[in-house]
Structures are given as C-alpha cells and as structure tokens.
C-alpha cells in the first residue's frame, strides 16, 4: 500500500524528451511559458476578469511537464509578463498587470499547474474519470485565489466577488478542464497504440 502511494509515473513529454539536464529542462519551461502567452492573448475583454485560454493552458502545462517543471514554467511565464512582455490577457503586460484586480487568478495558476502536474505524475491523466476529476480540481483552485484576491482589492463580500468572478465563468470554464482531460486522455491512448 505505501507503495502505491509513493509511485509516480513519468509525464507525457518525458516520452518525446529526455528531460535530463538543466537546459533542456529551462527549455521546456520557457517554451510553456510562451506558449501560455499566447493562449492569454486569445481573449475576449470583459471587467474586472477578463475570458481567455489561460487555465486550460494552465492544466495542460502541469499534466505535460509534471508539479515541478509545471508550476515552474508558470512562474516565467508571470516574470516574463512583469517584464513588460504581452504575456497576459489582452496583450497587457509589466507589473501592474500583476496587482490589477485579476491578478488572484495570475497567482493561483501556478497552484493549479502544481495540482495538475502531480495528478498526471500519479498517472491519473491517463484515467479519464480520474483526469476530470483531478483537473477540476486544479482549475478551481484558480478561481479560489481569484475570488478571494477581488475580495480584498474592491472591498466587497464573498458572495459579491463570486457574482463578478467566478459565476460569469462557470460554463466556459468547466469546457476547459474537460478538454483538458480528453487531450490528456487522447494522448495517453495514442501513444499506448503506438508502442504496441
């Protein structure tokens, strides 16, 4: 039983890459942490919160790299973007982004790829119930610093940030982490097929 629980499997990019030096590792985080900005810039500017494939590239970032590699590449990614770099939704970057009143959800991303990376390494990505499940999770945890950082930036009541920040979402959002289960799932499959 101890066993069990200690068990990790290797995540979906260690198949493609070996992982092994610190280069390639820095390489693999850098290129998430692009590819991340890039899926911040496919949004739809809304206040105070605005709609964009950040989490669901969140989720896909911790299940291909793992906790560590996941949550690492998020927190380049949110350096990068207080660089000034268009790496946030809109094409906003520098370091206000990172105290505006959306900036809660910006923190719990790398909270959520840890989540994510550490149900993949424990092969759960490769369940599809189990996968949902553990991505759901993930992707709340995102909404529970976002909620709570309105909370505090405007003053207002728990059920008031919920009504800005988090119930316009629910729907759309919900898509993402059960895409993010199918691609996960999907690859897994795939790649079981092919070294039959």
């Known amino acids: 039983m101890k066993q069990q629980?200690?068990?990790?499997?290797?995540?979906?990019?260690?198949?493609?890459f070996n992982l092994s030096s610190w280069q390639r590792k820095l390489c693999a985080t850098t290129s998430a942490a692009l590819l991340l900005g890039l899926a911040a810039n496919i949004s739809i500017p809304t206040y105070p919160v605005p709609f964009s494939l950040q989490s669901l590239g969140v989720l896909l970032i911790g299940a291909c790299l793992g906790r560590k590699l996941g949550a690492l590449a998020i927190l380049q990614y949110l350096f990068l973007g207080a660089l000034g770099l268009p790496m946030f939704a809109n094409g906003s970057g520098g370091f206000m982004a990172l105290i505006s009143p959306s900036a809660g959800y910006l923190y719990g991303y790398?909270?959520?790829?840890?989540?994510?990376?550490?149900?993949?390494?424990?092969?759960?990505?490769?369940?599809?119930?189990?996968?949902?499940?553990?991505f759901?999770?993930?992707?709340?945890?995102?909404?529970?610093?976002?909620?709570?950082?309105?909370?505090?930036y405007f003053h207002i009541s728990l059920s008031e940030a919920l009504q800005v920040g988090y119930l316009p979402f629910v729907g759309v959002d919900a898509l993402k982490f059960i895409i993010a289960t199918c691609v996960m799932f999907s690859l897994w499959r795939y790649h079981a097929k092919k070294h039959q």
């Open 5 to 16: 629980l200690t068990t990790y499997y290797p995540t979906f990019i260690n198949t493609l």
């Open 110 to 134: 790398a909270f959520s790829a840890y989540i994510a990376g550490f149900a993949a390494e424990k092969g759960y990505d490769r369940r599809f119930l189990l996968g949902l499940i553990a």
């Open 136 to 152: 759901a999770c993930a992707h709340q945890l995102i909404f529970v610093f976002g909620v709570a950082y309105l909370m505090g």
